[in-house]
C-alpha cells in the first residue's frame, strides 16, 4: 500500500508538468478531429441525419476536389523532391571549404529570416512588365512571362518555395554531413575508392537520420504553400495554381461544412498512412545499421 | 598538371557559391536599394534611380499609414504572444516525457509526433467549428490559442532535453531538490539552444501565418501584416514598407543565430 502511495507521489509533478499541454491539446486537437469524424457521415446543420459515405461519393465527382488535390500533389511531386536533392548537392559541395561552408550558411539563413512579404516583392519585380526579366525576354524578341497567368504561375510558385525553404535543409545537410569522421573518407581513399564510391558506402549510411529529419522538415514546410500561393494568386487564383487550401477557404465561406468534414477526414487517412509508411521505413534503417 | 587539376574543382566550388550567394542575397539588398526611392516610383534601370532617392516615405509608412502600422502591430503581438506561449507550456511537457517514467509516454508523444505532421488543412474545419461555437470568430483569440497549443514546440524541446545530463539531475535529487526545481535551474539551461531555436522557428512561422488570419478574421483592423501587404507592385514606397516588414524577423534573428546554429549542430 505504501509503495503504491510514493509511486503515485513521484508521478503527480511531471503529469502536472504535462498537464498544460495536454489538456489544451485535448480541447483543440484530439476531441475536434474525432467529432470531425461523426460529421462527415451526416448532413443537416440543425437536425442531423446519418447519409453514410454520401458526403464521401460527392466529394470525388466534385470537380473543384478534383481540380484541388491534382494541383496540390503535382506541386509536391516537383517541390519535395527539389528541396530535397539541390541542398544535398549544395551542402555537400560546401562541405570541402571551411570558409566557403560558413558563407553559405548565412546565406541559405537570408531566405528563412525574410518574411514572405519582403521576398515576394522583390521575386515579383523581375517578373512585373517593365522587370529585369521581362525586359531581357522582350529585347531578345521572345514573349514576356505573366506570373500571374496560366502558363508560368505554377512553375513560379515552385522556384519561390524551393527558394524560401531550401534553407533549412541545407542547414540540417551541413550538421550532418560535418558530424561524419574524416578519418573515413581518408581510409577509403587509401583503399582506392573514388568520390562516388565513397558517398555510397560513406556518406549515404552515415546520414541516414538527418535525411530522415529533413525529409520530416520538408513534409512540415510544404504544408505552408499557400502563403506563396495567396500572394501570387489572391482569392481567386488560375485554375493551374487552385489548391486544396483554396477549395477549404470557398466551401467554409459557402457552408459546406460535411463535404468538408469528409475532405479533412480524407487528407487525415493519407497523411496518417503516410507517416505510417515513414515510420516503419525509418525502423527498419535504424535495425539494419 | 597536377596543379589545374587541383585548381578547377576549386574555381567551380567558388563559382557556385557566388551564384548561391548572389541569389540567397539579391533580395535583401534590392529591397534595401530599391527601399529609398520615392513612394510611388516605379524602379526601371540603374542610374534614373539615383535622381529619385528619398526617404519620406518610411515615415509615411509608419505614421500617416495607419492601417500599415496597425498590421505591423497585430502581427508583433500575435507573433510574441505565440511563440511565448508556446514555449512556456512546451518546457514542462517535454521536460516530462523525456526525463520521467510515465506510463503510456511513447504512444502520447507518437500522437503529438502525427499532430506535428498533420496537414494545417486537416484542422481547418475542426478549428473553425470550436471557435464558432465559443463565440470567438474574428478575434485575435481564435488564431493565437490553437497555435500555442501546436506540438512542434514539444517535439522540438524534447529533442534538446536530452543534452541535459542525467547524473547532474540525479545528484540535485538527491541533494533534495524538487522537481520544479530541477525544471527551472537545470533542464532550462541545459536545453536553452533548442528552447531559443524552437522560440525563432515558431516566431518566423507565426510572422508569415496567411491560413488562419484568412478564415478566422474578417475585421481589417485585426489583420497581420502578410494578409493586408499582399499582391501589391513594387513601388518605392512598397519596398520601404517591405524592409519594416522585415527589421523584428532580422533583429531576433541576430540575437540568437549563434544558439540556433548549436542546436542545428546536435539535432
Known amino acids: 500500500m505504501k509503495r503504491v502511495f510514493i509511486r503515485m507521489k513521484r508521478i503527480i509533478p511531471p503529469l502536472l508538468m504535462l498537464a498544460p499541454s495536454l489538456i489544451g491539446v485535448m480541447i483543440l486537437y484530439i476531441i475536434p478531429l474525432i467529432n470531425n469524424f461523426s460529421e462527415c457521415f451526416t448532413e443537416g446543420v440543425n437536425e442531423k441525419v446519418y447519409v453514410g459515405f454520401k458526403n464521401f461519393t460527392d466529394l470525388f465527382s466534385n470537380k473543384a476536389f478534383a481540380l484541388a488535390v491534382g494541383n496540390t500533389l503535382r506541386f509536391y511531386a516537383i517541390a519535395i523532391p527539389a528541396l530535397l536533392i539541390i541542398p544535398l548537392l549544395l551542402a555537400l559541395a560546401a562541405v570541402r571549404n571551411k570558409k566557403i561552408s560558413s558563407f553559405c550558411t548565412v546565406a541559405m539563413t537570408m531566405p528563412i529570416v525574410m518574411p514572405l512579404v519582403s521576398v515576394m516583392l522583390v521575386l515579383d519585380s523581375f517578373f512585373v512588365s517593365n522587370g529585369f526579366l521581362n525586359s531581357a525576354l522582350e529585347w531578345l524578341g521572345m514573349t514576356p512571362i505573366d506570373t500571374h497567368g496560366d502558363g508560368f504561375s505554377f512553375v513560379y510558385l515552385v522556384i519561390v518555395f524551393v527558394f524560401r525553404y531550401s534553407g533549412y535543409n541545407f542547414l540540417l545537410y551541413l550538421a550532418g554531413r560535418v558530424r561524419i569522421k574524416k578519418e573515413y573518407y581518408e581510409v577509403a581513399a587509401l583503399d582506392g575508392a573514388g568520390a562516388v564510391r565513397s558517398f555510397f558506402k560513406i556518406t549515404l549510411p552515415l546520414m541516414m537520420p538527418t535525411f530522415f529529419l529533413t525529409f520530416i522538415v520538408t513534409i512540415i514546410n510544404s504544408y505552408k504553400l499557400y502563403r506563396e500561393v495567396y500572394w501570387i494568386g489572391g482569392d481567386y487564383p488560375n485554375e493551374t495554381i487552385y489548391m486544396i487550401q483554396h477549395f477549404i477557404n470557398n466551401n467554409l465561406h459557402s457552408l459546406n461544412y460535411h463535404r468538408l468534414a469528409a475532405a479533412s477526414v480524407l487528407i487525415l487517412i493519407v497523411t496518417l498512412v503516410i507517416v505510417g509508411i515513414l515510420f516503419f521505413i525509418q525502423s527498419r534503417v535504424e535495425v539494419e545499421s | ?267
Open chain 2, 1 to 267: 598538371m597536377m596543379k589545374i587539376k587541383r585548381i578547377i574543382p576549386r574555381a567551380g566550388l567558388i563559382c557556385l557559391m557566388l551564384f548561391v550567394g548572389v541569389i540567397c542575397f539579391y533580395p535583401m539588398v534590392s529591397l534595401l536599394f530599391n527601399s529609398v526611392l520615392e513612394p510611388n516610383y516605379l524602379p526601371r534601370g540603374m542610374l534614373s534611380r539615383i535622381s529619385h532617392f528619398s526617404l519620406g516615405q518610411y515615415y509615411e509608412s509608419l505614421f500617416e499609414n495607419s492601417k500599415f502600422l496597425r498590421g505591423l502591430l497585430n502581427s508583433a503581438f500575435m507573433a510574441f504572444s505565440i511563440t511565448l506561449g508556446q514555449i512556456t507550456i512546451s518546457i514542462p511537457a517535454a521536460f516530462a516525457l523525456e526525463k520521467y517514467k510515465i506510463p503510456g509516454k511513447e504512444i502520447l508523444f507518437g500522437v503529438y509526433l502525427i499532430l506535428v505532421l498533420l496537414p494545417y488543412q486537416v484542422l481547418q474545419l475542426p478549428h473553425y467549428l470550436l471557435m464558432k461555437e465559443w463565440e470567438l470568430m474574428d478575434t485575435q483569440i481564435s488564431i493565437i490559442l490553437p497555435n500555442i497549443f501546436s506540438t512542434i514546440g514539444v517535439c522540438i524541446l524534447r529533442q534538446g532535453m536530452r543534452y541535459v545530463d542525467n547524473s547532474v539531475l540525479d545528484a540535485a535529487k538527491i541533494d533534495g531538490c524538487g522537481d520544479f526545481r530541477l525544471l527551472s535551474k537545470i533542464a532550462v539551461p541545459g536545453a536553452a539552444p533548442s528552447i531559443v531555436a524552437a522560440a525563432l522557428l515558431i516566431f518566423l512561422d507565426s510572422w508569415n501565418m496567411v491560413e488562419a488570419p484568412k478564415i478566422f478574421l474578417t475585421s481589417v483592423d485585426k489583420m497581420p501584416i502578410s494578409m493586408i501587404f499582399n499582391s501589391v507592385s513594387g513601388t518605392g514606397r512598397n519596398y520601404a514598407m517591405g524592409v519594416l516588414c522585415l527589421i523584428i524577423p532580422f533583429l531576433l534573428f541576430g540575437l540568437f543565430a549563434e544558439k540556433l546554429k548549436s542546436f542545428i549542430d546536435t539535432v
